[in-house]
């Protein structure tokens, strides 16, 4: 059969015919063999309406080769007509209807057949007419189906998370403490995140009602940069709070842009603090007696340390009532944990006794290395509950938020990095709450 519905003239005009006896594709079906065809061809000069046998009964395939004659006697209506290749033949008492194949796809119910086809007659099989073919069917959809599930797209959801961070409406959705929270974030090892951690959680606490201090005890004064307060040589910083005695109050900066956060800067003459306070009285409390003396009680304050076990992180931890801890997921961080819980405990034993490791925060985390699953793991097995349950991830909006002076809070609002802090600070505030009326109770 031609590609325009035509069969080829080799085989007489139309399948089975006088040339090679090739059998086209449509012909391929399980019953038809070689015999089979030899059965169904025409003679010559033979009325077209007879057949060569009988015809084919529907679902008992072809007939055998005792089959009846064809002769000029044979009655038209016993014989039937013509069998076509690749079609069975009904009896001549029921018009022939041509099945048209229908494309079953699931949970859609078949589609009704197309009215108004005839069978094709011996006169249109010589002018190589077929079966029209089968409209498409329509799409058809179960008025019991489910509708679609649309999810938000990512930017939707990045937009509604970033409206929750920023909180615009100024509402108090995080708990204020009963009693001021003193903080001092300290870790001796060097980049495990420590000023963004105490940046990041004093903004998203401030922008949900709190009020937050930040005190930068780091001579290179990171915090104040990503805070954007300024800290060059001349602006009075935490410096004259420790060795000068200048109060607090005439030293902190407010923060731009986000209401309820002050900020103590740090300048390059902190680095020569240490030196200066040896020879000072009560040198390890110093700085807990300018927080004492603020007029107006903060709910949080945020003790930056710096990457040391010197003298001004003594000062921290004995102002603090509360040590919170950055763990890098690295196997350095938890090499020098020890270090650090054993000064804790030496300051606690001596200087401060309501000292208290409350809080250990996981940073840097790479859920592509199982280095890091095996420090969470570590972490969380030595100090139970005391880790809170978000995790920082490595993000890069985290990394470049200081260099436009800004938190990620404020910088990228929708990250990962800055939903991350969101949820750790959220954890911090309620687990305040927690212990202070379980302290009253």
């Not at 009215?115 to 069917?137: I, L, Q, W």
Request: glycine share 10%.
């Amino acid at each position: 059969m031609q590609d325009n519905g035509t069969y080829d003239e080799s085989n007489g005009g139309y399948p089975g015919g006088a040339g090679d006896g090739a059998v086209s594709r449509e012909t391929d079906f399980d019953g038809w063999s070689a015999g089979d065809r030899a059965r169904s061809t025409y003679r010559a000069g033979a009325d077209p309406r007879l057949g060569t046998g009988r015809a084919a009964v529907p679902g008992q395939g072809w007939p055998d080769h005792g089959s009846q004659p064809a002769g000029p006697d044979a009655d038209p209506e016993a014989t039937g007509s013509i069998a076509r290749p690749g079609r069975a033949v009904r009896p001549a008492a029921e018009p022939p209807t041509p099945a048209v194949p229908t494309t079953h796809r699931p949970g859609v119910p078949e589609q009704p057949q197309p009215d108004g086809y005839a069978g094709v007659g011996p006169d249109t099989r010589d002018a190589g007419v077929g079966v029209p073919p089968a409209e498409p069917p329509t799409a058809y959809v179960s008025p019991e189906a489910p509708p679609p599930h649309d999810d938000d797209p990512p930017l939707a959801m990045e937009a509604l998370r970033a409206v929750q961070i920023l909180n615009p409406s100024g509402e108090v959705t995080m708990p204020r403490p009963d009693e001021p929270r003193i903080m001092c974030v300290a870790n001796q090892k060097g980049g495990v995140g420590k000023t963004t951690t105490t940046v990041n959680l004093a903004v998203a606490l401030a922008l949900h009602g709190n009020r937050v201090l930040v005190i930068d005890l780091d001579p290179q004064g990171n915090a104040s940069t990503g805070l954007n307060v300024p800290h060059h040589t001349g602006i009075p910083d935490v410096y004259d709070c420790l060795i000068d005695s200048t109060p607090i109050v005439d030293v902190a900066q407010p923060v731009e842009g986000i209401p309820n956060l002050w900020c103590v800067p740090a300048t390059i003459d902190l680095a020569g603090a240490e030196i200066e306070l040896v020879s000072v009285v009560a040198r390890e409390s110093r700085l807990a007696r300018a927080i004492a003396a603020h007029p107006e009680p903060f709910d949080y304050v945020f003790i930056d340390c710096p990457p040391s076990l010197g003298l001004l992180t003594v000062n921290a931890l004995v102002a603090a009532r509360e040590v919170l801890i950055p763990i890098q997921c690295e196997y350095y961080a938890l090499e020098g944990l020890n270090q650090l819980i054993n000064n804790i405990n030496l300051v606690r034993q001596h200087l401060n006794p309501t000292l208290d490791v409350s809080t250990i925060l996981l940073t840097m985390y790479d859920r592509r290395t199982r280095l890091a699953d095996a420090v969470e793991q570590d972490v969380r097995n030595h100090f139970g509950d005391k880790v809170l349950r978000s995790v920082i991830p490595r993000n890069v909006r985290v990394s470049e938020a200081p260099s436009y002076g800004q938190s990620v809070m404020t910088y990228d609002p929708g990250s990962r990095g800055a939903t991350s802090y969101f949820e750790a600070a959220q954890e911090i505030a309620e687990r305040g709450v927690r212990a202070t009326v379980g302290r009253n109770a």
